[in-house]
């Protein structure tokens, strides 16, 4: 599977971004697809996780109830909505999918969005 992320950019505190990730090639429904953000600097966390089924659904405690993950099927995206964004939001964001499903094990890494967020 070949993944490319879209939707970066510079916002201000407390905007919104919706970040995308197109997926192709091989795709099964019961992976679990995930997006992380790597600060700089920091290592690289899982802030968000679903399969496209909707299940295996995850959240970064610090990110609960500001981020939100979704699937659309028919266009094979994962999205990521990120509201109330703080300027320790900023970072690259990439997604990846885990074949698997124990959110341990994740592959096929896109390039990245950067994502900066100015107080």
């Known amino acids: 599977v070949q993944l490319v992320e879209s939707g970066g950019g510079l916002v201000q505190a407390g905007g919104s971004l919706r970040l995308s990730c197109a997926a192709s090639?091989?795709?099964?429904?019961?992976?679990?697809m995930g997006w992380f953000h790597q600060a700089p600097g920091k290592e690289r966390d899982l802030v968000a996780a679903i399969s496209w089924t909707g299940g295996n659904l995850y959240y970064l405690d610090s990110k609960k109830g500001r981020f939100t993950i979704s699937t659309d099927n028919a266009k094979n995206t994962v999205y990521l909505q990120m509201n109330s964004l703080k300027p320790e939001d900023t970072g690259v964001y990439s997604c990846?999918?885990?074949?698997?499903?124990?959110?341990?094990?994740?592959?096929?890494w896109g390039q990245g969005t950067q994502v900066t967020v100015s107080s």
């Open positions: 990846a999918v885990d074949p698997v499903g124990r959110l341990v094990d994740f592959r096929s």
């Open positions: 090639g091989q795709i099964f429904r019961n992976h679990v």
